[in-house]
T-cell receptor, first 113, second 112 residues
Framework: EAGVAQSPRYKIIEKRQSVAFWCNPISGHATLYWYQQILGQGPKLLIQFQNNGVVDDSQLPKDRFSAERLKGVDSTLKIQPAKLEDSAVYLC???????????FGQGTRLTVV | QQQVKQSPQSLIVQKGGISIINCAYENTAFDYFPWYQQFPGKGPALLIAIRPDVSEKKEGRFTISFNKSAKQFSLHIMDSQPGDSATYFCAASVQGAQKLVFGQGTRLTINP
């Protein structure tokens, strides 16, 4: 069974630029999550989708971050404009439903300079 | 109240020894407590998890001990091996959902 796929693996941008990350969850997984992991810290949930609907985006900085999961499968996370403090690893995870184990992708390491 | 506090930040254990990592939480609504293992450049992977209706769960060399009254839980790795060297995260969530609140992480090094 293929795991959660994320791209790109690494991205370096200048502050105030925009960036987008892509996630392809495990086939059949209805629930998809985006987490932000700042160096030396645990992952922090940004947004949770159930199919193509948002379940929780309370910790998403909506003035600069946006996410969508248009056909209930793939998802994109966008940052516009980026700030230095957005430097982190962005992890995508998926699960069969809201109560089963989440499987994480390898993440996208973003560096904002 | 949503925080999960993890200690120590780093831990060095000799091969064959016992590694112990501790976590504490405040939110009494949490009812699912997993531990994740993360290797450099990889995403976290579920290691073992416990619900508050039991005080201990063991899977191979890994054991979770849970103290509901103290709002603490810990991971014990018996017979620690160099391949166990990784960062370990405790986490907690409400109603079994995977909306996880993670601890700060513990970097574990097992010396051969």
């Amino acid at each position: 069974e293929a795991g959660v796929a994320q791209s790109p693996r690494y991205k370096i941008i200048e502050k105030r630029q925009s960036v987008a990350f892509w996630c392809n969850p495990i086939s059949g997984h209805a629930t998809l999550y985006w987490y932000q992991q700042i160096l030396g810290q645990g992952p922090k949930l940004l947004i949770q989708f159930q199919n193509n609907g948002v379940v929780d985006d309370s910790q998403l900085p909506k003035d600069r971050f946006s996410a969508e999961r248009l056909k209930g499968v793939d998802s994109t996370l966008k940052i516009q404009p980026a700030k230095l403090e957005d430097s982190a690893v962005y992890l995508c995870a998926s699960s069969l439903n809201l109560v089963t184990e989440a499987f994480f992708g390898q993440g996208t390491r973003l560096t904002v300079v | 109240q949503q925080q999960v506090k993890q200690s120590p930040q780093s831990l060095i254990v000799q091969k064959g020894g016992i590694s112990i990592i501790n976590c504490a939480y405040e939110n009494t609504a949490f009812d699912y407590f997993p531990w994740y293992q993360q290797f450099p450049g990889k995403g976290p992977a579920l290691l073992i998890a416990i619900r508050p209706d039991v005080s201990e769960k063991k899977e191979g060399r890994f054991t979770i001990s849970f103290n509901k009254s103290a709002k603490q839980f810990s991971l014990h790795i018996m017979d620690s091996q160099p391949g166990d060297s990784a960062t370990y995260f405790c986490a907690a969530s409400v109603q079994g959902a995977q909306k996880l609140v993670f601890g700060q992480g513990t970097r574990l090094t097992i010396n051969p």
